[in-house]
């Protein structure tokens, strides 16, 4: 059973600045452009402490880190950020229509503490692999300033105890993508045991924060071997979390298409040529009909210089002996069929080269990521259907792991919405 607890908020003052001027999106989808937006917004932006920049002469100890400490205290001192006065859980609704798509939804989350607890116990389980240096920059900030600024996104397969409109509301706000935000605290300690049991009696899946979640075990393990922990001990076994149930009819998760770019020799009547051996490939007049239906697996858009085209996996191709050398489950998802049977074995990006991380960009929007390849800024785009949440549980459930970006839950939490400050209950 996961350890689910309240824990005493850090909040923005409303009366010094608008939430619209200081929260961000999470970490990792602050592109330099938009940092440079959110730098422009406020001088209390949260971009300044959890995205920081090295300077000329930093040191260990005078860094980014150090600074993203000094400014959260500095806040602290002005009045512009302040500390809550007793426990609660929170719930987090959010109102949007999704990119491309027509209607509203609402996704209802409940942000809680969660304690960290490795993989192997089965209370908490990962769908995708994580690269070490995210993890290190995480773990620098948190060790430096001893708070969690964002929360990481838990599923669990049960119906939510908690109804819309529920708790005291705190704030209310529109993002910079028309998504509407409602916050709330639900501070009575019967409710608040009531709900913690309720999720914590599930098995929880990460959607989103693998990076931040590793870094939490590897925090807690720091902190006990070293004996450095600040105030409350137990306090650096836990993170903050929002717990969306899967059968919130507002869980969306859009697809990660791939751009190509930076191959040598690079000749695409021999890739299509290739490709005919595993896929049928039909010319397609733009991504609609390039994407085609889902619902089938192995099917994928594909934009070349000579045009669109509709990749489906051929009856008998790609055998699971293909997948051989990979995780379980993998001979299932899209997202895989593409890395193994296309990039790797037709293209020749491997996973090392997926590591450096020098032929592939993820886009959000296909119409945008099409446009690169007559732009000449990519030599191929592969467009690919959302992977589904039952998805994301059965390769939990397996234990194995999804390649990186298979995933991408719309829309993610706000960074700034409430943080958790170790030395806080």
């Known amino acids: 059973m996961a350890d689910i607890k309240p824990f005493t908020g850090v909040f923005i003052n409303k009366d010094r600045v608008k939430p619209e001027a200081v ?8 592109s330099p452009a938009l940092r ?15 995205l920081g920049k090295d ?16 400014l959260y205290e500095q806040w602290l001192a002005e009045g512009v950020l302040s500390k809550g006065t007793a426990p609660a859980v929170f719930v987090h609704e959010q109102e949007f229509t999704p990119p491309g798509g027509t209607g509203s939804y609402r996704r209802l989350g ?45 599923l669990y397969p049960s119906a939510s105890p908690v109804q819309a409109g529920a708790g005291r ?18 501070e009575d300690p019967a409710e608040i045991e009531r709900i913690c049991s309720a999720i914590g009696a599930n098995t929880l ?25 600040r105030g409350n001990p137990e306090a650096s076994d836990y993170l903050t979390a929002s717990f969306v149930s899967m059968e919130d009819p507002g869980l969306v998760v859009l697809p990660t298409h791939r751009a190509v770019a930076n191959l040598e020799a690079f000749d695409e009547k021999a890739i ?33 210089p000579s045009g669109f085209y509709h990749l489906a996996l051929k009856a008998g191709a790609g055998p699971a002996s293909e997948f051989s050398h990979c995780p379980p489950l993998w001979e299932t998802l899209d997202v895989s069929i593409l890395q193994v049977l296309i990039l790797d074995k037709v293209l020749g990006i491997d996973d090392e080269k997926l590591r450096q991380e020098s032929n592939l960009t993820y886009w ?20 690919l259907h959302p992977t589904g949440v039952q998805q994301v549980k059965t390769v939990s459930d397996a234990r194995s792991r999804m390649p990186q970006k298979s995933t991408d839950f719309f829309p993610k939490l706000a960074t700034g919405i409430v943080a958790y400050g170790l030395d806080s209950n």
Not at 216 to 222: G, I, K, P, R, V
Not at 275 to 295: I, R
């Open 364 to 383: 959000r929007s296909a119409e945008e990521a099409a446009a690169l390849v007559p732009a000449g800024k990519a030599q191929l785009v592969f467009l």
């Open 205 to 229: 899946y990460i959607a989103d924060g693998h990076h931040r979640y590793e870094t939490a075990l590897a925090f807690s393990q720091e902190q006990r071997e070293n004996c450095t922990h």
């Open 36 to 50: 440079e937006t959110y730098l422009s917004r406020s001088p209390y932006n949260l971009v300044r402490i959890i």
């Open 23 to 30: 929260f961000t999106e999470p970490y990792d989808k602050i």
């Open 55 to 70: 300077e000329p002469g930093d040191t260990d100890s005078c860094n980014k880190y150090t600074r993203a400490k000094a």
């Open 272 to 304: 299509l040529a290739k490709l005919e051996k595993a896929f049928t490939v039909t010319p397609a007049q733009c991504v609609a009909s390039a994407l085609g239906s889902s619902g089938q697996r192995g099917v994928f858009g594909l934009v070349a």
């Open 110 to 154: 409940i942000i809680a503490r969660v304690k960290a607890s490795p993989f192997d116990q089965g209370e908490i389980l990962p769908h995708e692999h994580t690269l070490s240096k995210p993890k290190a920059d995480r773990l620098a900030l948190l060790r430096t300033t001893q708070v969690h600024f964002e929360q990481i996104f838990l």
């Open 169 to 186: 509301e705190l704030l209310a706000y529109q993002d910079d993508l028309g998504v509407t935000h409602r916050f709330a605290a639900i």
